[in-house]
């Protein structure tokens, strides 16, 4: 019997052998990012490196945890692999189309996860920016409240559902 796979052989293979996985000891930035449709989170941590000669900051390791599906873990184990090496400025334009024009095939339907890991890895520049006390492009602080925003959501609906679920077992064991 042919199995139904709704995802591409690049989507799989990043699936089944992320790259990148894993926590940076002391990063220069942190970033974390929520799903408003499904609840799930991810981080990026990031080493940035000066470029002595042209002043240039480049990504010089980054690594992502992901509590997230399929296309999420392939979408994070690919963001980090492209953005390394890249400059600060050129990491911050990378968006989930160029992301997915990689992978291939995603269902509609899952379009929504690949927005985490561009959403943390811009989170995780932010951080760099502003622990070094550097100016913060416009466009990326307007995405920092907007996924700051989302995070809260997620942890107050998280918050009511332990609530509601600790009433039902109360309920139950009556
Ligand atoms: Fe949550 Fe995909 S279902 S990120």
């Given at each position: 019997?042919?199995?139904?796979?709704p995802?591409?052989?690049?989507?799989?293979?990043?699936?089944?052998?992320?790259?990148?996985v894993?926590?940076?000891?002391?990063?220069?930035?942190?970033?974390?990012?929520?799903?408003?449709?499904?609840?799930d989170?991810m981080?990026?941590?990031?080493?940035v490196?000066?470029?002595?000669?042209?002043?240039g900051?480049?990504?010089?390791?980054?690594?992502?945890?992901?509590?997230?599906?399929?296309?999420?873990?392939?979408?994070?184990?690919?963001?980090?692999?492209?953005?390394?090496?890249?400059?600060?400025?050129?990491?911050?334009?990378?968006?989930?189309?160029d992301?997915?024009?990689?992978?291939?095939?995603?269902?509609?339907i899952?379009?929504?996860?690949s927005?985490?890991?561009?959403?943390?890895?811009r989170?995780?520049?932010?951080?760099?920016?502003?622990?070094?006390?550097?100016?913060?492009?416009?466009?990326l602080?307007?995405?920092?409240?907007?996924?700051?925003?989302?995070?809260?959501?997620?942890?107050e609906?998280?918050?009511?559902?332990?609530?509601?679920?600790?009433?039902?077992?109360?309920?139950?064991?009556?």
């Amino acid at each position: 019997m042919k199995s139904y796979n709704p995802y591409s052989k690049e989507v799989m293979k990043h699936f089944f052998n992320p790259k990148n996985v894993g926590r940076l000891k002391l990063p220069h930035g942190t970033g974390e990012a929520g799903n408003l449709l499904c609840g799930d989170i991810m981080r990026i941590y990031i080493k940035v490196k000066r470029d002595k000669k042209t002043g240039g900051r480049r990504i010089a390791d980054i690594k992502f945890e992901c509590m997230g599906c399929v296309v999420a873990i392939a979408n994070s184990s690919m963001i980090t692999s492209m953005a390394m090496g890249k400059t600060l400025e050129e990491a911050i334009k990378i968006t989930k189309d160029d992301v997915l024009k990689k992978l291939g095939k995603v269902p509609p339907i899952k379009i929504h996860c690949s927005i985490l890991a561009v959403d943390a890895l811009r989170e995780a520049i932010y951080d760099y920016y502003s622990r070094n006390k550097l100016p913060i492009p416009s466009e990326l602080q307007k995405e920092h409240k907007r996924i700051q925003k989302a995070i809260k959501t997620i942890e107050e609906r998280h918050k009511e559902y332990t609530e509601l679920e600790k009433k039902i077992l109360k309920q139950k064991s009556k």
